[in-house]
């Protein structure tokens, strides 16, 4: 069983103005996904999907206009809490993106293999090395936003599992 803790915005978009026109700058993101990953009883896999709206970032809506184009640098998975009863050391995974109501995902856009579990012990994903790379880019920055969905599903090497992650992601947007 999985339950979202916190959900915050996945990030600010930050564009200004400057002289005769519209300066672009790298953006990290710093909203992040808090998660609880738990499963019952035996199982080692786990799944849990949150939901981010880009339309309720005050940032975003002032600026969603002028983007013209926009990638997604990395993406950190940082481990922020073990429960005494976990009994996992280390997690393979990966993360799928989505808007929602499609019913197909974008599998695959990060994965990991082997990360140990220890609290603050992080990984930075990097969708670029991933086939689907300008797939990711074109369903994130083109047309009309919408709230997308995460998945991150994975296997640990022991059951239960019971541990918190936080999820940022870095990205560039230009005009």
Known sequence: MFCMRTLTALGALALFSAGCGLVPISVTAEGKVNTQI???GSSRTYENIVSYDPTSNEDYNKYKDQIA?????????TVTRIEADNAATTVA???DVRREGDSEWLDGVSQW?????????K???YPVEFENYDALNELIFQGEPGVLEFRIQGEADEAPVRFDIEVSIQFTAST
């Open 123 to 125: 990984v930075v994903l």
């Open 113 to 121: 293999q082997g990360f140990p579990l220890v609290v603050g012990n």
């Open 69 to 77: 184009e926009g990638s997604i640098d990395s993406i950190t998975i």
């Open 38 to 40: 738990r499963t019952d």
């Open 93 to 95: 995974g990966q993360v």
